[in-house]
């Protein structure tokens, strides 16, 4: 594909309806708040951790540490017990969909009397601070949780927004224009293929990427191969992240084909990138919808 088709495409893809949206991650909007119920002690919670990520979870008891319970322990690079806390970070070692067990037991001895978790691995989100309550929760609580709501609702709104605005523009550059994503510079673009790391544990191979950068937004074009016969692969979700450890808020994913041996597939993602954003170095993780395979870049730039 010449560089100028390319680029067209790319722009195009900007304003594109049949793009497939980003879906929003437990990670993305601060603490996550768990209400463990006297009545049902047994019960097991699902709390997301990543490979080299940092998962907190924030008890209002304390806990007895030397009771605690964790399957698995010798996969996680990092188990750090407090008095009310738990850090969990996972290795390496760890595979996207694994689930190990962690149980913990609160010292005062009221119900419930322990909490039980189920870890579940996922290839680039982690929950990163868990907040757990016992019992009756404090008026202050509800207030917290209503003004969480409430910006909530304000980002939905904003982003429903956005999206009938890009539905509701013309096609073509006549629609770049209109969503304000292109102005008299252009759509400037750039091959970083030379500057790309790939994963050790990449289930597939890159044959070229190119990055492009509009007035706010910004966007990659991954080519991938895939190394052996296995069933075909479409990419469901990405996570941008910079050196800093910062997520870029990921737009859309969209595929031209299923990566299959002999079939090489086109993945572009799209992110929100202001003026003051998306500079530097970043990181490109994709993943399937259900399954383990998943592909890690680094050394990505943008024009």
Not at 56 to 84: C, H
Request: net charge neutral; charged share 25%.
């Amino acid at each position: 594909m010449h560089a100028s088709s390319s680029a067209i495409l790319l722009g195009l893809l900007l304003v594109a309806g049949a793009s497939t949206a980003q879906g929003a991650t437990a990670s993305g909007g601060g603490a996550r708040r768990i209400e463990l119920e006297p009545n049902a002690p047994g019960a097991l919670v699902e709390v997301a951790v990543s490979p080299g990520l940092s998962t907190v979870l924030l008890f209002d008891s304390d806990l007895v540490q030397e009771a605690t319970e964790l399957e698995g322990r010798d996969f996680f690079a990092d188990v750090d017990s407090g008095r009310k806390t738990m850090r969990l970070v996972p290795s390496a070692r760890v595979s996207p969909g694994e689930k190990f067990r962690m149980a913990v037991r609160f010292r005062d001895g009221a119900a419930p009397v322990g909490a039980s978790f189920l870890l579940v691995v996922h290839p680039a989100r982690a929950d990163a601070l868990v907040e757990v309550y016992r019992n009756k929760r404090t008026v202050e609580s509800y207030q917290e949780e209503t003004r969480e709501a409430r910006a909530e609702t304000l980002r939905c709104q904003e982003e429903n927004a956005r999206i009938v605005s890009e539905h509701g523009s013309p096609g073509g550059l006549t629609g770049l224009l209109a969503v304000g994503s292109v102005d008299v510079g252009g759509l400037a673009g750039k091959r970083v293929t030379e500057s790309i790391t790939s994963g050790p544990k990449n289930a597939f191979d890159p044959t070229k990427v190119q990055t492009y950068r509009s007035t706010n937004r910004v966007a990659l074009e991954v080519w991938l191969t895939a190394r052996r016969n296995e069933s075909p692969w479409v990419a469901s979700g990405a996570a941008l992240r910079s050196s800093t450890g910062s997520e870029v808020k990921v737009l859309r994913v969209w595929q031209d084909e299923p990566v299959t041996l002999g079939v090489q597939g086109r993945v572009v993602v799209e992110a929100e990138a202001p003026a003051d954003a998306a500079r530097g170095t970043f990181s490109l993780k994709l993943w399937e919808n259900v399954g383990p395979r998943a592909v890690t870049l680094g050394g990505v730039t943008f024009p």
